[in-house]
């Protein structure tokens, strides 16, 4: 209890003393939560000096808000704390839109049960200092800020004592120890290097005798770790009052990674200079603010100009620039200008001094200041004439044939979709797709060789050429084919009339030098018409095909139009291959078997395999209509392949149940003989069925010999080693292979029905079997008569001691468990 009396005593003591003095005093009542403050304390805070009832928050509310946490947490003690003293400084609102900073003193008074109930304290403002002390602050951190981005190292030189002190840092920017430090002269000039030290010799002398102005020289100074290092000295003498230097201070800092960059800058311009001298590039430097432009001599000899290098304007080059290129170059300045674009690269036209054209390619950077924005542009300019003229010749090739010059297939179709895509409407004139096929051009390359046929198709092509009409296109699109696009063609009438005048311009004779006579040729044509209606360039260009197919079928030397006829015969053929195609996977094929019959005693010798095709919905279809389309088409391999293994399966059966010397005839179309796997095809079947080779017999016709005979000897004498006999079919049908029978590896003939046709009745047509067989027998050579229909014809060979026959006389082509019934007996009729 006393000494709350004494508590409370002393505080009213230092408020009263506080009031007395004039000074800034506070006292906060807790328990009722009021405060006093002092006319001096609410000067501070920018309150009326008289009292109106005072709140805490008239202080509070002033604080800045940086302080307030820290003043509320000072201010604010535990219960148990009477007694503490505290001082703290905060910034508080003056009224005057100011922060005046305030020194707070108070001590907290407990109560009579020891609970802090009241804050008593003064307040001082202490602006003035702080503000100092702030200047102080921002003066000794500019300074440590300076001398640590200036990284220099200090000296002073007493040229009276020749003493020299030497900064800390000056020592650690030659890499020496404070062990090592000294204060002599030496200790500086006996580590320059050599050829640097008679220059700074010299400029240290010059300031020592006059001296005043400041200096500054790079020089090399030895490292105490890493070699030589590049240094600038700066300084000025000091000078007495009679104009005596008597100190020499100045400083030096290290500058080894600027004189390198600088070193390195000269090596890459130096480089830039050499690559730029040996790709052959002119150089240009912009600069944009002056409008001037530089232009290396070589950027001057590109474009013939006379002078070598020469200073000019941008609008002086643009001028030279093609007209049609020089937007897309503006722009292309402009959008690198702006930031769009990271570098400028362009290619574009130029004009020559000749006159001439050019092709280069331009390319650039801008150097930007600090905003980003422009200053200067500097780049190179190439000459790409060559290479833009070789990839103009690689775009022509791609379109034109190399041997004649003309457009290929693909600009041809590319013009006649474009064609059909502006004959939209109905009111427009149609256009016409003509196609031309040499007759018999084949003929000419085997006769005269290829440099003289090359030269028959140029000297076509140029007639084309000659005749075209402006907006028309003349084609080569394969060996011998050409064709033809015209537009705003009237009506089929006169589609017609200019192919048969194309024509017969292509048919005039033609003088080839070191031919005695002249060559004549004729064309066979096929026309499409737009009208027709046409989406697809290839649909028109495939109709005018089938118009020249049956140009050719009908004879040759002639043109047709592509019709709704032609069109439904077209659809029929896709049909068929389509379901071709689904009856070779779906085993919609059989075989039937035609009995060959030994003339002698008329029994059956063997039989020969013929395809049928059984089809779902169209019935049994003749291998006359589908068997040159699966060659077409390369279906027949398959089918083929199929044909010989069921064949010679069938075969193992028979022989097997009934005479193990009958035979089997496998017609083999030239598609199959001239194919890589036909001796495999052929080994595998007699491994797989394990029927006597000389008992498998492989019909080949007469045409094939003549079409590859080199090859088609060395495939049949491959088959023949197998042991598998081979029979010519349909022989003296064709070319004149009598001369080259001998040739060929075969082991009978087959004399074609027209020619046994109405033999026994004294026909003159009997002399051709008759001839046949006599042929043959000097060849040693089996003979098979097919087509055989009466007894007749069956006494007339027998009669010529022909071995073998077939034919309606004695049984059709008949499925395989008929022809089985057959088997064991006499074929009479």
């Known amino acids: 209890m006393p000494q709350t009396t004494s508590d409370e005593q002393l505080a009213q003591r230092y408020l009263l003393a506080g009031l007395s003095s004039g000074e800034a005093v506070w006292d906060w009542d807790l328990t009722v939560d009021a405060m006093f403050l002092s006319p001096g304390f609410r000067e501070h805070l920018g309150l009326p000096p008289v009292e109106t009832g005072t709140s805490p928050r008239d202080w509070f509310d002033r604080v800045h808000h940086d302080d307030l946490p820290w003043l509320e947490a000072t201010l604010r003690p535990r219960n148990d704390e009477g007694g503490r003293r505290f001082v703290i400084e905060h910034r508080v609102r003056n009224g005057r839109d100011d922060w005046t900073w305030l020194a707070v003193r108070g001590a907290a008074i407990a109560g009579t049960d020891g609970t802090v109930t009241r804050l008593i304290g003064t307040a001082a403002d202490i602006t003035e200092r702080k503000q100092a002390e702030e200047k102080l602050r921002i003066s000794e951190e500019r300074l440590a800020l300076a001398a640590a981005a200036t990284n220099d190292g200090l000296y002073d030189w007493d040229l009276r004592t020749d003493r020299i002190y030497y900064a800390p840092r000056w020592w650690a920017l030659i890499g020496l120890t404070p062990e090592e430090e000294a204060d002599g002269p030496d200790e500086w000039l006996n580590r320059v290097h050599p050829e640097d030290l008679i220059w700074l010799q010299a400029t240290l002398d010059a300031q020592m005798s006059a001296g005043g102005k400041p200096f500054q020289i790079e020089y090399r100074i030895q490292h105490g770790l890493s070699g030589w290092r590049w240094m600038l000295c700066r300084g000025i003498a000091v000078m007495d009052a009679e ?6 201070v100045g400083s030096q800092s290290d500058i080894t990674d600027r004189k390198v960059a600088e070193e390195q800058l000269r090596i890459s311009e130096e480089r830039y200079a050499l690559a730029a001298q040996g790709a052959n590039d002119g150089l240009w430097d912009w600069r944009i603010q002056e409008g001037e432009v530089y232009y290396s001599p070589r950027w001057s000899d590109m474009l013939g100009l006379p002078g070598g290098e020469w200073v000019g304007t941008m609008e002086d080059w ?16 402009e959008l690198h200008l702006s930031g769009r674009l990271d570098h400028l690269e362009h290619e574009v036209r130029t004009r020559h001094d000749s006159g001439a054209e050019l092709w280069v390619l331009i390319r650039g950077v801008a150097i930007r200041d600090a905003l980003g924005d422009a200053i200067r542009m500097a780049g190179s300019m190439t000459d790409i004439t060559a290479r833009k003229r070789a990839e103009q010749q690689i775009l022509f090739d791609a379109f034109h044939d190399g041997l004649t010059g003309l457009p290929n297939r693909s600009l041809l179709m590319d013009r006649i979709g474009q064609t059909i895509d502006r004959r939209r409407r109905p009111d427009d004139p149609p256009c016409a797709v003509i196609l031309f096929d040499l007759d018999h051009f084949k003929t000419v390359n085997d006769s005269l060789g290829p440099n003289a046929g090359d030269e028959v198709l140029r000297i076509l092509a140029k007639r084309l050429e000659n005749q075209r009409r402006a907006g028309d296109t003349i084609a080569r699109l394969s060996a011998d084919e050409f064709g033809v696009l015209m537009d705003g063609v009237v009506d089929v009438k006169a589609a017609m009339t200019a192919a048969q005048r194309l024509a017969t311009i292509m048919a005039e004779p033609i003088h080839l030098p070191g031919l005695p006579q002249e060559l004549v040729l004729t064309v066979s044509g096929g026309i499409a018409m737009s009208h027709t209606g046409y989406g697809q360039a290839a649909d028109m260009l495939r109709d005018a095909s089938l118009a020249m197919f049956r140009a050719k079928g009908a004879g040759r030397n002639r043109v047709e139009v592509f019709d709704d006829a032609l069109r439904a015969r077209a659809m029929s053929r896709l049909r068929t291959e389509a379901d071709l195609r689904l009856a070779a996977d779906r085993h919609q094929l059989t075989l039937f078997y035609q009995p060959i019959v030994r003339l002698s005693d008329q029994t059956i010798a063997g039989f020969e395999a013929l395809i049928r095709w059984l089809h779902p919905e169209r019935g049994m279809i003749s291998p006359a209509d589908f068997v040159p389309l699966a060659e077409d088409t390369g279906l027949i391999l398959q089918i083929g392949r199929w044909a010989m293994q069921e064949a010679a399966e069938q075969l193992a059966r028979w022989q097997k149940t009934h005479d193990s010397g009958l035979f089997m005839s496998v017609n083999v179309s030239g598609r199959q003989m001239l194919d890589d796997d036909m ?3 052929v080994r595998h079947v ?5 029927v006597r080779p000389d ?15 080199g090859r088609a000897v060395s495939m049949m004498q491959q088959i023949r080693s197998l042991g598998v006999h ?5 022989f003296g049908t064709g070319y004149s292979s009598l001369s080259y029978l001998h040739r060929y590896p075969v082991n009978s003939l087959k004399i074609d029905r027209a020619f046994v046709s109405g033999s026994g009745n004294g026909d003159r047509r009997e002399e051709i079997p008759r001839i046949i067989l006599l042929l043959a027998k000097s060849l040693d050579l089996d003979v098979v008569a097919e087509g055989i229909e009466n007894p007749s014809e069956v006494i007339f060979l027998r009669g010529l001691e022909c071995r073998y026959g077939q034919g309606y006389y004695f049984s059709r082509p008949v499925p395989a468990d008929a022809a089985e019934k057959l088997l064991g007996l006499p074929m009479l009729p």
């Open 243 to 248: 104009g005596e230097p008597v100190r020499l």
């Open 318 to 333: 643009f001028a030279l620039v093609h007209a049609s290129d020089l937007p897309g170059l503006r722009a292309a300045f």
């Open 679 to 681: 001796v495999d095809c």
């Open 686 to 690: 007699l491994d797989d069925t394990g």
């Open 695 to 709: 008992t498998l017999k492989l019909e080949i016709t007469e045409s094939l010999l003549m079409d590859d005979p």
């Open 726 to 730: 081979l029979s010519l079919d349909d």
